[in-house]
């Protein structure tokens, strides 16, 4: 009988150690996941990593939740009788279990989509970036284009200007030659006349000339015929 109390004893305390070590493990746990919770709470997250991260902390805060907390969940030593077999309680060991691979799993499942996400935010800065210098290029290369067709305009502008002072001058050219020529025609016109005038003046003198001597002639014959008489 008091070898069955001291063996019975012995495995009583080993008992309470286990239990006692069960109890400061799911202290540390529940330490763990409220830093882990702060430090959530304390990092700007994106919208998108919400849902993995909500994943994660429903899990453990199930686990925690005061209400589901009992003597069992929390690895409290039940008081038991001497006849009853003081089993482990499996279930919460299988929630420990579970709560950590689903933990392990989501935060898997949590790093990929954030390199994803920022690679894709990265790639859409360059895309941002790489838009504005196309507009900025484009609107400069729209108003080269203007310049070019205003300096192109303006350059057919003073082509015909410069064909119509060519013309111009061909045309005040071709007036000064006929002003010339008129000129030379007005001097030719006036000698001629000058010339036409002296040689009436001349033919009037030899028609007096000649009516002078036809009247000679014709008083002659009569003188003489009274002579001869």
Not at 21 to 37: C, P
Not at 62 to 91: H, M
Not at 135 to 157: C, G, H, P, V, Y
Request: with cysteine; hydrophobic share 35%; proline share 4%.
């Amino acid at each position: 009988m008091g070898r069955y109390s001291g063996n019975h004893s012995n495995w009583k305390s080993s008992n309470l150690s286990r239990n006692n070590e069960t109890f400061r493990q799911e202290k540390q746990d529940l330490m763990n996941i409220a830093e882990l919770t702060d430090s959530f709470l304390n990092l700007s997250i994106p919208a998108m990593k919400l849902p993995f991260l909500g994943l994660a902390l429903v899990v453990r805060f199930e686990q925690c939740n005061p209400k589901r907390v009992s003597r069992r969940n929390l690895g409290i030593p039940r008081v038991v009788g001497r006849g009853d077999p003081p089993f482990p309680d499996s279930s919460v060991q299988m929630g420990r279990i579970a709560s950590a691979h689903t933990y392990e799993a989501t935060r898997h499942r949590e790093s990929a989509p954030v390199v994803s996400i920022e690679r894709m935010q990265i790639r859409l800065k360059l895309l941002e970036d790489s838009n504005a210098t196309l507009t900025l290029r484009n609107r400069d290369l729209i108003a080269e284009n203007k310049s070019l067709t205003k300096r192109s305009e303006f350059e057919l502008l003073e082509k015909d200007m410069r064909t119509l002072r060519d013309a111009v001058i061909a045309r005040k050219e071709a007036w000064d030659k006929a002003v010339e020529r008129e000129r030379n025609c007005q001097q030719q016109l006036a000698r001629l006349t000058a010339e036409a005038i002296t040689a009436r003046h001349l033919c009037e003198t030899r028609q007096d000339e000649l009516r002078a001597v036809m009247d000679t002639l014709t008083v002659m014959p009569l003188t003489d015929s009274s002579i001869a008489y």
